[in-house]
């Protein structure tokens, strides 16, 4: 029996940046210890082709499992791989740095693809407004 394979895909869903981020505008997560944080791989796929990936997509290639299967990796062992990766729960992108601490709202369109915005653009204000798109908040770093 297959394990069933968990998902931090949403659609139609803006998710805003955390009630307590202290970024009041976009800012790229700068690298630590000169190498890319987590939020600064994701910052880089979304913000490098928009539209493009879904929630999952990012979350699994910037995970551990998914950086180290590098360039050479079969699409049989990827596919073995993520598929390891989502049997058990995974944190989706509210959990993200990018909601948390560096001022980025996220996107899910219909189709689930994600886009970031700058907490200080008119689309960020927009996106917000927007009573089509389920309205939710990245995580706190902080508890209430």
Not at 56 to 61: G, H, L, P, Q, T
Not at 63 to 85: D, I, M
Not at 96 to 104: A, D, E, M, Q, T
Request: hydrophobic fraction near 35%.
């Amino acid at each position: 029996m297959a394990k069933p394979l968990h998902t931090t895909n949403c659609f139609d869903t803006f998710i805003r940046v955390a009630e307590d981020c202290p970024a009041r505008f976009g800012e790229e997560p700068p690298p630590r210890a000169g190498r890319p944080t987590v939020a600064g791989l994701q910052y880089e796929m979304i913000a490098n082709a928009p539209y493009k990936y879904t929630s999952d997509d990012v979350i699994f290639a910037t995970s551990a499992p998914g950086r180290e299967l590098g360039a050479k990796a079969t699409r049989s062992e990827k596919n073995v791989a993520r598929a390891t990766f989502f049997s058990r729960g995974q944190a989706c992108m509210r959990a993200s740095g990018l909601g948390k601490r560096y001022g980025w709202g996220v996107h899910a369109d219909s189709e689930g693809r994600i886009a970031i915005y700058a907490v200080d653009s008119k689309r960020y204000q927009a996106l917000s407004r927007d009573s089509e798109l389920t309205q939710t908040r990245a995580m706190r770093s902080k508890r209430g």
